[in-house]
């Protein structure tokens, strides 16, 4: 049982249905060296205004993930549904925001965030007054009119977020959005967007290799297995809400951290294994 769940039974209302379902995922992708499973039997949900954090080694098939729920990879076996309809492909619920770099150069930061609303045909004060708004509440008030190439790393990417909010999605995937960034840089954003998830109710799937970060941030975190990619095991983390990043100095903090490395070190373990493997095979240079 979920912490929502419990708290739901404990309060004698039913539980909020799941916004975001993910039933029996596979994806096969074929390779030079013959087929490759990826994912395997992916199921998870995601409830309306949850933060579920999904963790596993390199190469376990999160972003492989990620790219199918948010409509970027379409050949898979299983279904998705977004608030009970199955969709396919990209749905107007569903907002992205990458790890790689993806603010415009050529725009100001208030440019950027206005962009899809600029695209939706919203008229240009009532964009610029939205998007003023989420500039703010991304804590980017007084850079409106700085360009991406004058702001840091972790500014660009907290540009790129209220980008994406712009248009109210009613689902957040994220992919590894900190992992260009310094452990320090990391921890503050990560309260950074609490903040933003506690304000909007915002319902939220994050990918990501950071134990502490997962723990961090979410109501539940999903363990992944080596490839091919399944759900290994669900920890709920119940730590008070509202959280910052002081809470990674509790004990209850570390104990998280603890049960999720040990399920995690295992599958790490399995795909070095194999890497090293790979390695031993290989013709040696000159031969």
């Known amino acids: 049982m979920t912490v929502a769940e419990r708290s739901a039974a404990a309060a004698g209302t039913a539980p909020a249905r799941a916004l975001l379902a993910v039933e029996h995922l596979t994806k096969r992708f074929e390779t030079p060296d013959g087929s490759l499973l990826a994912i395997d039997d992916v199921s998870l949900d995601v409830r309306e205004g949850e933060f579920v954090g999904v963790i596993g080694p390199s190469g376990c098939g999160k972003s492989t993930l990620f790219n199918i729920i948010g409509g970027l990879i379409e050949d898979y076996d299983g279904r998705i ?3 009970g309809e199955t969709v396919s ?3 107007r619920a569903i907002g992205m925001v990458f790890q790689e770099e993806s603010t415009f150069p050529w725009r100001t930061t208030i440019e950027n965030v206005a962009f899809p609303l600029e695209a939706a045909g919203m008229a240009k004060t009532e964009r610029l007054d939205r998007a003023r708004d989420l500039v703010k509440l991304v804590g980017l008030d ?3 009119n700085r360009y991406p190439a004058e702001l840091s790393g972790g500014m660009r990417q907290r540009t790129a977020l209220a980008r994406t909010l712009a248009f109210a999605p009613k ?3 994220m ?3 900190f992992a260009s960034l310094d452990e ?3 921890l503050l954003l990560g309260d950074k967007l609490l903040q933003i998830q506690a304000a909007l109710k915002q319902t939220t799937l994050l990918i990501t290799h950071n134990i502490a970060e997962a723990v961090q941030l ?3 975190v999903l363990v ?3 490839r091919p990619g399944r759900i290994k095991r669900a920890v709920d983390i119940d730590l008070p809400r509202p959280r910052t990043s002081e809470i990674i100095g509790s004990e209850q903090f570390g104990r998280y951290v603890a049960t999720i490395w040990a399920d995690l070190r295992e599958e790490a373990s399995k795909g070095l294994s194999e890497s090293e493997a790979a390695v031993a095979h290989r013709p040696a240079r000159g031969h």
């Open 142 to 144: 007084g850079f409106e």
């Open 89 to 91: 492909g990209s749905h």
């Open 175 to 177: 992919d590894e959005p």
């Open 184 to 186: 320090q840089t990391r």
């Open 81 to 83: 549904t977004v608030n």
């Open 224 to 226: 992944m297995s080596y």
């Open 218 to 220: 979410s109501d539940r």
């Open 171 to 173: 689902i957040l995937l």
